[in-house]
């Protein structure tokens, strides 16, 4: 079946750092990808959508600057958020789909935590 | 865009009861209906999804309903485990191509089934 790996799982990081979080389909190809982030007991909420070869859509009152989103294959869409601060930390899950009507797979996700 | 209404946002049954999760959504134009369960720090898992075209579908335990007039899509549980506790998402989307098209969750229901 189709997966999709996402890499690290789980980052602490100082205030101000910047974070790179990958996102892959291992065995199919995505030209689109999606980023969600999900606070403590809450729903997920899409961010962006990542489009191969072309600009990330983001979600009103996401912060294209601060989410920096690369899309440059058609199996690898990284999310960088830059200069985070605390408030920036929760998970970060991305997901995939293949062609036609294939239902989306989501990553393991990655756990942020700013000091 | 889209808004989707889900209730309870907790629900404790006892082991071999039933369980039901309620969704209500906003656009029309929606035609896809997932449900993922979520276990705590991990992905969300699709468990059965729907589409428009028809109004019931069942998976062994599983079932999901849907009502397009009234815009509303139901969970159902039979014969609940213990390993059935999690916290369930309900999401809507449109397009044929699923694979490609953002969800729209709902806030989540958590499940908690007693031994």
């Known amino acids: 079946g189709a997966v999709v790996s996402q890499h690290p799982s789980w980052v602490i990081c100082k205030s101000g750092t910047s974070v790179k979080i990958e996102c892959r389909s291992l065995?199919?190809?995505?030209?689109?990808m999606f980023w969600y982030r999900q606070f403590p007991k809450q729903s997920l909420m899409l961010m962006a959508t990542?489009?191969?070869?072309?600009?990330?859509?983001?979600e009103q009152g996401v912060e294209k600057d601060k989410f920096l989103i690369n899309h440059a294959s058609l199996t690898l869409s990284t999310l960088t958020v830059t200069s985070a601060h605390p408030e920036d930390s929760s998970f970060y899950i991305c997901?995939?789909?293949?062609?036609?009507?294939?239902?989306?797979?989501f990553g393991d996700g990655t756990r942020l935590s700013i000091l | 865009g889209e808004n989707v209404e889900q209730h309870p946002s907790t629900l404790s049954v006892q082991e071999g009861d039933s369980a039901v999760i309620k969704c209500t959504y906003s656009?029309?134009?929606?035609?896809?209906f997932p449900w993922y369960k979520q276990e705590l720090g991990k992905r969300p898992q699709l468990i059965i999804d729907?589409?428009?075209?028809?109004g019931e579908k069942k998976d062994q335990r599983i079932a999901v309903t849907l009502n397009k007039t009234a815009k509303h899509f139901s969970l159902h549980i039979t014969e609940t485990q213990p390993e059935d506790s999690a916290v369930y998402f309900c999401?809507?989307?449109?397009?044929?191509?699923?694979?490609?098209?953002?969800?729209?969750f709902g806030s989540g229901t958590r499940l908690q089934v007693q031994p």
């Open positions: 656009d029309s134009a929606s035609n896809y």
């Open positions: 065995d199919f190809q995505a030209t689109t």
């Open positions: 999401a809507a989307s449109y397009g044929m191509d699923t694979g490609r098209r953002a969800l729209t």
């Open positions: 990542s489009n191969e070869g072309s600009k990330a859509t983001y």
């Open positions: 997901s995939a789909g293949g062609q036609g009507s294939q239902p989306q797979h």
């Open positions: 729907i589409r428009s075209n028809v």
